[in-house]
């Protein structure tokens, strides 16, 4: 982790991936995250697979995090609310709008209560339309946003993206709302910040960012980036496995196709034009297709990258943890902090390298931190354990 971000503090109340992934990025930032769950915890503590009692999705969205466990139904979870509030720079939340206003953490009540905060809501729905209202769950966005139809340019039936994808855009954009809020605050803005980010809007605006296409200026017949949907634009089978080549340039299809022997297609008309030669990828894509079982993955991996031209194998989900590149950069090594049952960790994507990066801390118990939290809010020893011993907060310790 890095400490860019040492001096926020956010309150978090998430759930499964969309809070919690973006509150793991701001943490990963440096950013003091207070996660607050229900007694019984984040559902996602009880997801399966689980490593010493605590579902892997869980592990993999709360590092560096601190935990309070907090019944946000009792009536004095209001006061506890109130503090922390008053003390943070950021509330995050995944939770319906209705659900947020329930639990005293609608935008309006923590404005009161903290005039400069910085309040991001991530939901489903934008609320300025009529989908407001709806529950929203990642299959739910995926077939609303064109995302699992995107399937029907190539095949009969529509398909779901295998990850959660709907979610983790939702929560990219609830990072950058975020730090741009924090950014205008750090610049002279006055009063409170409402940050909406629903999930369906950000994962419409990341379709059509290249599908829009013809439909920006033309009929929405004309919707669709046609290279994307040609059929042998694809993984080719080579003479033992598969590989991503991808000649893009005109210099990169005249090195291709004199490799393989094809150098009349470049005395064509339509090849010298970049027009035509885009209307012809159909053609070429299949002239790839042809070519690449005559020589083994590794074979076209070492002489494609001598030709300069895009490559890769096509690695399983399996394949990634043993990634050469990704043990160079050690990607997936536990920090020194982490227990020992825990082999693999999901690795900072980006780095810094004039700031000093710091270990990472495992993902939080549940309520590890409830009495540490509740004392840097003004509570005293023995309001914590009326607290603990009327079920309002809990700890791993329970009352004394």
Same mark, same amino acid.
């Given at each position: 982790m890095y400490y860019l971000l040492k001096n926020v503090t956010v309150l978090e109340f998430g759930a499964v991936v969309m809070g919690p992934y973006a509150g793991q990025m701001l943490a990963d930032l440096g950013a003091t995250v207070i996660k607050i769950e229900p007694l019984t915890g984040d559902i996602s503590r009880a997801s399966h697979p689980m490593v010493d009692g605590s579902g892997t999705l869980f592990l993999n969205n709360n590092r560096n995090k601190k935990a309070l466990a907090l019944d946000l139904k009792a009536p004095r979870s209001r006061d506890i609310v109130r503090r922390l509030v008053s003390r943070s720079t950021v509330l995050l939340h995944n939770m319906r709008v209705e659900a947020a206003a329930r639990a005293g953490i609608d935008f309006e009540t923590a404005a009161a209560i903290n @005039?400069?905060?910085?309040?991001?809501?991530? $939901? =489903?729905?934008g609320q300025g339309g009529r989908y407001r209202n709806r529950p929203a769950f990642d299959d739910v966005v995926q077939a609303a946003s064109g995302l699992a139809g995107l399937s029907l340019e190539v095949s009969s039936d529509p398909a779901y993206v295998p990850t959660i994808l709907a979610d983790k855009l939702g929560a990219l954009h609830a990072v950058q709302g975020i730090l741009a809020a924090l950014y205008a605050k750090a610049s002279g803005h006055a009063g409170a910040i409402h940050v909406e980010? @629903?999930?369906?809007?950000?994962?419409?605006?990341?379709?059509?960012?290249?599908h829009l296409s013809g439909a920006t200026a033309g009929p929405v017949s004309d919707i669709g980036y046609p290279r994307l949907f040609y059929p042998d634009r694809r993984p080719y089978r080579t003479r033992d496995g598969w590989i991503a080549a991808l000649p893009y340039t005109g210099p990169q299809?005249?090195?291709? *196709?004199?490799?393989? =022997?094809?150098s009349d297609?470049?005395?064509?008309?339509?090849?010298?034009? &970049?027009?035509?030669?885009?209307?012809?990828? @159909?053609? /070429?894509?299949?002239?790839?297709?042809?070519?690449?079982p005559s020589r083994t993955t590794a074979e076209w991996i070492e002489r494609l990258t001598l030709l300069d031209i895009p490559c890769s194998t096509v690695a399983s989900l399996a394949?990634? &943890?043993?990634? &050469?590149? *990704?043990?160079? $950069? =050690?990607?997936?090594? @536990? =920090? &020194? /902090?982490?227990p020992p049952s825990i082999k693999r960790t999901i690795g900072h994507p980006i780095t810094f390298g004039s700031v000093d990066r710091h270990d990472d801390r495992p993902p939080p118990a549940l309520g590890e931190h409830s009495r540490a939290? *509740?004392?840097g809010c003004g509570y005293d020893d023995a309001e914590i354990e009326a607290l603990l011993f009327e079920g309002v907060v809990s700890d791993p310790v329970g009352p004394a």
């Open positions: @005039p400069d905060i910085v309040y991001c809501a991530a $939901i =489903g729905f980010v @629903p999930m369906f809007e950000a994962a419409v605006a990341t379709l059509l960012n290249e299809w005249q090195a291709f *196709l004199h490799e393989i =022997g094809r297609l470049i005395q064509t008309e339509w090849f010298r034009d &970049p027009a035509q030669r885009q209307a012809h990828l @159909p053609e /070429l894509y299949l002239v790839v297709a042809d070519a690449m394949d990634l &943890p043993d990634d &050469p590149h *990704l043990a160079d $950069i =050690g990607f997936f090594t @536990p =920090g &020194p /902090l982490y939290v *509740l004392r």
